[in-house]
């Protein structure tokens, strides 16, 4: 299965700036996925992005607020803007993995945020 | 929309007892079904999967699942916990087509007491 890079792998911001969140994949992937994980929550999904398309998101969240690139097969990145305290969360990115005629999902190890 | 629950937020158990922590789907489609494995501060792990095949999956760390159409349900089940067990489930399920986004169910917290 693929194996992804993620990073930062923790930050604490100042409320009203951004950061941007980068994945790196091993392998050529069609979709990448970006999910957020609220303290003592589930994940949620936030979009997904296909290569040289605009990302699709998820009802609640908007391209303003978590704009994503996806320039190539191998990489994404999602940018949490104008951040508040309710941002504070664990972002994941994750794809969805064919090869070796297995099917399933591997994520990051994903991005502890912390806004003060 | 396609959705997960599972029932229980929390499970207590004591070590070496068996444990079946549930989950139900909400689906009149074929679906892929997954277990992943949240340990404490640490990212997630896939612990099995059902795509096709057998109703039962054996994944790791002696964890299983029986996958049930007629009821929708993927529970997942170990015949003896360990402390080191305690971890927080997810249950995720997989409409496939065109839109292969997992969505995930609310996590059961297995709580291993000595």
């Known amino acids: 299965s693929a194996v992804i890079s993620q990073k930062p792998s923790r930050d604490i911001c100042q409320r009203g700036t951004s950061l941007t969140i980068q994945c790196q994949v091993d392998?050529?992937?069609?979709?990448m996925f970006w999910y957020r994980q609220q303290p003592g929550q589930s994940l949620t999904l936030i979009a997904t992005a296909n290569q040289g398309s605009e990302a699709t998101y998820e009802s609640g969240f908007v391209i303003d607020k978590f704009p994503i690139s996806r320039p190539n097969l191998t990489f994404s990145t999602l940018t949490v803007s104008n951040m508040s305290p309710e941002d504070s969360s664990i972002y994941l990115c994750?794809?969805?993995?064919?090869?070796?005629?297995?099917?399933?999902?591997?994520f990051g190890s994903g991005t502890r945020l912390t806004v003060v | 929309a396609q959705s997960v629950t599972q029932l229980d937020s929390q499970v207590p158990v004591f070590e070496e007892a068996p444990v079946e922590l549930r989950c139900n789907y909400s689906s009149s489609v074929s679906v892929y079904l997954f277990w992943y494995v949240q340990y404490p501060n640490q990212g997630l792990q896939l612990l099995l999967k059902?795509?096709?095949?057998?109703?039962l999956v054996k994944g790791i760390n002696g964890f299983e699942a029986e996958f049930n159409k007629s009821q929708t349900s993927f529970h997942l089940r170990k015949p003896s916990v360990h402390i080191s067990d305690t971890a927080e489930y997810f249950c995720?399920?997989?409409?496939?087509?065109?839109?292969?986004?997992?969505?995930f169910g609310t996590g059961t917290l297995l709580a291993v007491q000595p």
């Open positions: 995720a399920v997989s409409p496939g087509g065109a839109t292969n986004k997992l969505i």
């Open positions: 059902y795509l096709s095949g057998s109703t």
């Open positions: 392998s050529q992937v069609t979709m």
């Open positions: 994750s794809v969805e993995s064919t090869g070796g005629g297995s099917y399933g999902y591997t």
